[in-house]
């Protein structure tokens, strides 16, 4: 189940903090994403930085913090007033401040049921928006990128999945080898044995028991897979197959897909199940001329998908330092964005630092926006399915 995301707005952190250790602690914990205020002017800054993202499905608030909210009314999240007796409902609907604490949350949870009922899902089979991290070549920053937006879609309420596909997973360096909350799960090497199976059986799967949560990254993931040979000797639609699970399982709303840097099957994979690309590029000339080499293997071999390929794909520079000195190498790319180099990165001792650029945040906010402001993901063409 996708959690349900809510904005609370209260002036009293002693209304804020047990509402919180309530739900924390409850059968909630799973089902609501809470992100609260105690201060009008951050809220109100909250609300104007994310008009027309998908950053919650209900708000609930004072009628102090509300009348903040300047697009409101243009807005289709629905508003509860929370009030001890009085009349207001000029803000949204009204709810009583004090009662219960399951009652409340109850509500919250219908109101905001109600509401996503009647909305378009984020795809046509039911899952989350898979974006698929490409590269031509190795070093280009592909993993340190993915795992930011990652953590950017996770502070902004998204229930997220990091997958790593690279048969070295260098994603250990951000999360550590050991620090995760929760339950370890049984691990990729353990799903891929019962996807086999279930082939056979025909049940369901639940991805949860299987991932373990990084709070670094705000998102599940699985532990690096001990023996190698598994991930190289992953068919194409093996790890279609894979990927697609876990979007269709409807516990995330984003997939974050970390392919292989080669023309291989899990590349291909990535190619063939993701919503939307991000290619990375760096601005040098032999990045430039691998770039090129792919793409006229992927246009020759499979001519039918290539120019739907396209459509979904977003070219990025990596490490972008104001200007660009080399061409792109096909007339028909086009830029969608550039992250910037971090010079501070190539000394640093502490790896939490790659997650904590406020210079390469505000990039990776800026390509979140892109990738997610929209009002529904098709599914890739029968070519590439």
């Known amino acids: 189940m996708i959690p349900v995301k809510v904005v609370l707005a209260v002036e009293s952190r002693d209304y804020i903090e047990p509402l919180l250790n309530y739900v924390h602690g409850s059968e909630y914990a799973r089902r609501l994403r809470v992100t609260a205020f105690s201060q009008p002017e951050a809220f109100r800054q909250y609300m104007m930085e994310t008009a027309g993202m998908k950053k919650s ?8 913090f509300l009348s ?5 009314e243009a807005s289709d999240i629905p508003c509860l007033v929370l009030h001890e ?6 803000y949204g609907q009204p709810l009583l401040k004090y009662q219960p604490l399951s009652e409340l949350v109850g509500f919250i949870l219908e109101t905001a049921r109600q509401r996503t009922s009647g909305r378009q899902i984020v795809n046509s089979r039911e899952g989350g928006m898979i974006i698929g991290m490409v590269a031509a070549s190795g070093g280009l920053g592909k993993t340190t990128a993915a795992l930011n937006i990652s953590k950017q879609l996770g502070n902004e309420g998204y229930s997220v999945f990091y997958l790593n596909l690279e048969t070295v997973d260098s994603s250990s360096l951000f999360t550590g080898s ?8 049984e691990g990729l090497s353990r799903l891929l044995y ?5 082939r056979h059986d025909g049940n369901p799967l639940s991805v949860a028991s299987y991932c373990v949560r990084r709070s670094e990254i705000q998102a599940d993931t699985f532990q690096p897979v001990d023996n190698r040979k598994e991930l190289i000797d992953m068919t194409c639609d093996e790890a279609v197959e894979l990927i697609r699970t876990i979007a269709e399982s409807g516990q995330y709303d984003v997939i974050i897909v970390d392919g292989e840097s080669e023309n291989s099957d ?12 991000i290619w990375l590029l760096a601005d040098d000339l032999m990045s430039m001329h691998k770039c090129g080499l792919w793409l006229d293997v992927l246009e020759a071999t499979q001519p039918e998908g290539f120019e739907a390929m396209l459509t979904k794909t977003r070219f990025v520079v990596n490490r972008y330092m104001g200007t660009m000195t080399n061409s792109l190498p096909r ?19 502490h ?4 997650l904590s650029s406020p210079i390469y945040q505000r990039e990776i906010r800026q390509l979140c926006r892109e990738l997610l402001n929209v009002e529904t993901v098709t599914q890739p063409p029968a070519a590439w399915a």
């Open 194 to 198: 019962d996807l086999k199976a279930m």
């Open 351 to 354: 790896r939490e630092l790659l």
């Open 68 to 72: 903040l909210w300047t697009d409101r």
């Open 331 to 349: 007339d028909f790319m086009e830029l969608s964005g550039a992250l910037p180099y971090i010079p501070s990165w190539k000394q640093m001792q």
């Open 178 to 185: 050991g620090s995760s909350s929760g339950a370890e799960g």
């Open 57 to 64: 499905d209900v708000v609930v608030g004072e009628a102090a």
């Open 85 to 90: 007796g009085e009349q207001v409902s000029e």
């Open 266 to 277: 899990r590349a291909q994979a990535v190619l063939k199940a993701s919503h939307r690309l």
